[in-house]
């Protein structure tokens, strides 16, 4: 698959304003304030105001529309496993108040929009336009016909576990029951990342059938 093994835009880290014990108590392993996730590093500092701060994206260096892109320093030899069975990174979602602005300012930095999705939403319409980042996919969200002269934001982070169920009993009270996602033959859990102290909306999922089965 084409979008799989074109890295020239992949995700390699993300920064996160939190402190490295509320990732750990998140079932994440957590070594010199960063951990791995999949070939994407999280680095974490507590300095910084909460949420993801930046993100650092092979061949783009500055924000787009607002969304805040440029190098991170990581540390090497992370190990990959989690107590909460997680093995990749799924999604890295990013919200804007002007959709079709921030997509085609993403188009015209270099990345090939994939699929745009819309539903129904309160009195208007939601969209989805997914592009990928190497192996991770960057899903925008928005309101479809919306304008704002507001940024766009990083926001959460869906990612891939081996064994949902497993994961679900590690966290315990830590990680909401897991249920049928969007995504045909995957199922969803979302970590109660606001009672652990985690600043990041975190979803957990289970695997890609298509990659169980080959």
């Known amino acids: 698959m084409t979008a799989l093994t074109d890295r020239s835009h992949q995700l390699r880290a993300i920064l996160v304003g939190d402190e490295p014990a509320a990732w750990d108590d998140a079932g994440f392993t957590v070594v010199d304030?960063?951990?791995?996730?999949?070939?994407?590093?999280?680095?974490?500092?507590?300095d910084l105001p909460s949420g993801i701060a930046r993100a650092?994206?092979?061949g783009l260096d500055g924000d787009v529309d607002g969304l805040p892109i440029g190098p991170i320093e990581t540390p090497a030899d992370l190990p990959h496993g989690h107590r909460n069975r997680v093995r990749g990174f799924d999604h890295l979602v990013a919200m804007s108040h002007?959709?079709?602005?921030t997509?085609?300012?993403l188009i015209d930095a270099g990345l090939e929009l994939r699929r745009t999705r819309t539903?129904?939403?309160?009195?208007?319409?939601?969209r989805q336009d997914f592009f990928w980042l190497g192996d991770v996919i960057l899903e925008l969200v928005g309101v479809e016909d919306a304008t704002s002269n507001e940024p766009a934001s990083l926001w959460g982070l869906a990612l891939e576990c081996d064994d949902l169920?497993?994961?679900?009993v590690e966290l315990a009270d830590g990680i909401g029951a897991a249920k049928k996602a969007v995504q045909a033959g995957r199922r969803i859990a979302t970590i109660r990342t606001r009672e652990l102290g985690v600043s990041v909306p975190i979803a957990l999922m289970s695997p890609h059938p298509q990659r169980d089965n080959g």
């Open 98 to 101: 002007s959709i079709q602005r």
């Open 103 to 105: 997509s085609t300012m």
């Open 33 to 46: 304030s960063a951990l791995r996730v999949g070939t994407t590093i999280v680095v974490l500092d507590p």
């Open 119 to 126: 539903f129904p939403a309160g009195d208007g319409t939601r």
């Open 165 to 168: 169920d497993a994961a679900v």
């Open 56 to 58: 650092d994206i092979a």
